[in-house]
Every structure is written in structure tokens, then in C-alpha cells.
């Protein structure tokens, strides 16, 4: 594919503009810009629902190197609502290639700059915080810069956005144990609420025995009571989690039902809401599959992968009683190493944790795999309880 020369401006709401060539779709897109820290993977952080609605910055100076295939998407489709990188591949060369990012970005109507220096806009965004910005190629890079900024500080803060419905699955379905190697029988079933899941979940838990039902994001408690579930799953997803009241008030029926339940990112943090703590917005986030945490219950370090803009604010040290305080003694079971925030809830007297980042990550470390098997021994005692008692009941 022979180089662009069509112009590319990215533009920040404090007024900064960098000028570069079109990669990808031509037009304008809007977004809040926020930069990731992986090397490898970008077709993984291009395919997380939970950047929808931002445009995200490679810090990694290569791009597209590998190109893009069926089989490493983590869904049906990308998500960013743009794309900065600072040097794109002028051709793929992996044998797994099935085309270029450039033409997987234009097909899918991504618009994305190339040529910046993202070192700078790292830089401005780490100072300043995640901004509203906006990617014009073509025709409309030809536009005057006031009006190009005016347009991109116009466009409503991610701050109060509520966006996990609009990535969520349409419809119920079932990811099955015996499509990802587990012989027998399955050992527990869940209900898995999709607010923006990546498929590397429902494939770890399947490939531990467990039958996973995915719902669509909007699914309330009875939707979860017809699964008849061993216990329920929230999942990673994008926006404000302080607009999440649906979701919140699911899970407290779910904890008042004495469920076992496991949430990742979005799902902590609407796990923390519905214990009663709030949710604040970072000032530029945890983007990246790099991130050192601390494990409260081992003392070890976790290296991790996250995508997160917000976060819960609830109490380190001691455990203390959840502000709801029907769901008894909370603690926070891992923290950052580089910045204190919260990345993981525990329930003492229920079977309920949650962590802030993403276990499951493809292209990233896999120090936290473990947390899919304590869900998994979490499940199969609920199950076993539930059948002892049933048995003693006959």
C-alpha cells in the first residue's frame, strides 16, 4: 500500500494542534483522547468495547506491523472512536495477517492520524489529563482550526456518559465448556452481564467447566433467576459508572440472593457503587497491559492489564463495614503501585470479589489468572450447598 499524503490533524480541547497524515477512514471523529502503553496487541485494544468513545494514543512507536486477522478480535467489531499512532507499518509482514490495520480502519470507518509525535501528546495528556479531542483527515483537515476546536470542545465529557448498553450483545447466548476443550460435564453455570465483555472471558470460564450465559447489559434480575445460575459475572465496559443505576440495583439483588459473583472493571466499579462507596474519574487513567498492582491477601506484586478512566473510592488498610451495611465486611483486596487507586473489592462475609483490571488479557500478562479459578471454587461450593440442601429437603 503506497503512503498517504492526505493531511491528518489531531486537535485537544487546550488548544494544541498536531499535524500529520490521514491512517484509516477520512472525515472528523470526536473523543476523549487517552493514551495506552502497550507494544504488542493493538488489535486487542482496538477491539475492547471498553474504549468507546475515545480516541486512543499509541505510546509504542510501531503500528501494524503484524496487521489484523479474524481470530485475535476481542469483539464483534472496533470501538475506538479514533486512532493516534506516531509510525504505521506501510505493509503487514506475519503469516497471520489477513489484511493491513490501514484497511481494517477504513473499512470499519476509523478515523485515524499517523506521522504525530505521540510522545508529546503523552506528555500533554499526562500533565493535563485525558481531554476532548478530534481526528480531521481530507477535506475536513482543510477546515479553519477555531472551527475545528470549537467542535471538539462542544462535544459532551465522557464524564455522565452511559455507553455499555451500546456495545452490549442484542441478544442472550450460551459459550459452552465443549467449544473450548473441557471433556464432561460442566461444573457450575453463571450468568454473565455484558457491558462491554471482550471474548477472552466467557473463553476462560468455559475452558474451566463453566457454562457461561451471556446477557445483554440491560438484563435485570429475573432475566438472570430464568438462567438459574451457580452464580453471575459483570464484565469490563466504557462510560461514567456513576450512571449505571440499572446495573447497580441488579447486583444487590443478586447479593441479597446470596449469589456468588466476580466483576472485572466496569463490573468492580459497579460492584463498589452497590456497596454503598462512590466512583470518581481519573485524571488521565490506566491504559495498558503493564500495570503494577499490589495482592492484599499474598503480599505479591501482579503486573496486570487495565483500561480504566474511573475508579471506586473506598477505604485501604482494615476491612470495614460496606456502607450498605446488609453486605457486611469489605475490604480492598489489591491497590495500584503507582498511584494508590482501588483495584480490587472483596466481600468477607459473602462470596463476592471484584477487580479493577483485566485478567483475562490477551497480549498481556497473566499473573491474575488465578482470580478465574477462585470464581470457579466460589461456584462449584454454592452448587454443592445448593444441592445438600435440596437433597435434605426431599
Known amino acids: 500500500m503506497s503512503p498517504t499524503t492526505d493531511p491528518a490533524l489531531l486537535v485537544l480541547e487546550d488548544g494544541t494542534v498536531h499535524r500529520g497524515r490521514a491512517y484509516g477512514a477520512r472525515g472528523a471523529t470526536l473523543g476523549e483522547a487517552v493514551f495506552t502503553t502497550g507494544m504488542t496487541g493493538y488489535q486487542e485494544t482496538l477491539t475492547d468495547p471498553s474504549y468507546a468513545g475515545q480516541i486512543v494514543v499509541q505510546t509504542a512507536p510501531h503500528i501494524g506491523n503484524t496487521g489484523v486477522n479474524a481470530q485475535d478480535r476481542e469483539s464483534r467489531a472496533i470501538w475506538v472512536a479514533?486512532?493516534?499512532?506516531?509510525?504505521?507499518?506501510?505493509?503487514?509482514?506475519?503469516?497471520?495477517?489477513?489484511?493491513?490495520?490501514?484497511e481494517e480502519l477504513e473499512t470499519q470507518g476509523i478515523v485515524?492520524?499517523?506521522?504525530?509525535?505521540?510522545?508529546?501528546?503523552?506528555?500533554?495528556?499526562r500533565t493535563e489529563g485525558s481531554m476532548k479531542a478530534g481526528v480531521f483527515s481530507g477535506e475536513q483537515?482543510?477546515?479553519?482550526?477555531?472551527?475545528?476546536?470549537?467542535?471538539?470542545?462542544s462535544?459532551?465529557?465522557?464524564?455522565?456518559?452511559?455507553?455499555?448498553?451500546?456495545v452490549s450483545a442484542a441478544e442472550a447466548y450460551v459459550v459452552?465448556?465443549?467449544?473450548?476443550?473441557?471433556?464432561?460435564?460442566p461444573v457450575a453455570r453463571i450468568a454473565a452481564l455484558d457491558l462491554g465483555m471482550k471474548a477472552a472471558t466467557p473463553r476462560h470460564l468455559a475452558?474451566?467447566?463453566?457454562?457461561?450465559?451471556?446477557l445483554?447489559?440491560?438484563?435485570?434480575?429475573?432475566?438472570?433467576?430464568?438462567?438459574?445460575?451457580?452464580?453471575?459475572?459483570?464484565?469490563?465496559?466504557?462510560?461514567?459508572?456513576?450512571?449505571?443505576?440499572?446495573?447497580?440495583?441488579?447486583?444487590?439483588?443478586?447479593?441479597?440472593?446470596?449469589?456468588?459473583?466476580?466483576g472485572i472493571c466496569f463490573g468492580n466499579q459497579i460492584f463498589g457503587r452497590a456497596l454503598g462507596f462512590g466512583t470518581y474519574k481519573l485524571p488521565f487513567g490506566h491504559r495498558g497491559p503493564n500495570q503494577p498492582v499490589m495482592v492484599k491477601e499474598t503480599g505479591r506484586v501482579e503486573i496486570t492489564s487495565q483500561n480504566h478512566g474511573f475508579a471506586v473510592d473506598a477505604p485501604r488498610g482494615e476491612a470495614v463495614e460496606a456502607p450498605e451495611s446488609r453486605y457486611g465486611r469489605v475490604e480492598v483486596s489489591h491497590w495500584s503501585l503507582n498511584d494508590d487507586v482501588v483495584e480490587g473489592l472483596r466481600l468477607l462475609d459473602r462470596p463476592a470479589f471484584s477487580v479493577q483490571f483485566h485478567p483475562e488479557a490477551t497480549a498481556g500478562p497473566r499473573d491474575s489468572l488465578g482470580l478465574f479459578d477462585?470464581?470457579?471454587?466460589?461456584?462449584?461450593e454454592h452448587r454443592d450447598s445448593r444441592s445438600a440442601r435440596t437433597a435434605e429437603g426431599a
Open 82 to 102: 479514533g486512532y493516534v499512532v506516531r509510525d504505521a507499518a506501510r505493509r503487514p509482514s506475519n503469516w497471520r495477517s489477513e489484511r493491513s490495520l490501514d
Open 112 to 125: 485515524g492520524i499517523q506521522d504525530v509525535d505521540t510522545r508529546a501528546i503523552t506528555r500533554t495528556l
Open 141 to 153: 483537515a482543510e477546515r479553519p482550526v477555531a472551527e475545528l476546536l470549537e467542535q471538539v470542545r
Open 155 to 166: 462535544q459532551p465529557s465522557m464524564k455522565g456518559q452511559s455507553l455499555a448498553e451500546t
Open 176 to 185: 459452552s465448556p465443549a467449544e473450548h476443550g473441557w471433556a464432561g460435564e
Open 207 to 214: 475452558a474451566r467447566g463453566v457454562e457461561v450465559h451471556v
Open 216 to 262: 445483554p447489559a440491560t438484563a435485570d434480575f429475573a432475566a438472570i433467576q430464568a438462567v438459574d445460575p451457580d452464580g453471575v459475572f459483570l464484565s469490563n465496559g466504557p462510560g461514567d459508572p456513576a450512571t449505571a443505576d440499572r446495573q447497580v440495583q441488579t447486583l444487590r439483588e443478586v447479593l441479597d440472593a446470596g449469589l456468588p459473583f466476580f
Open 374 to 380: 477462585r470464581f470457579v471454587a466460589l461456584l462449584t
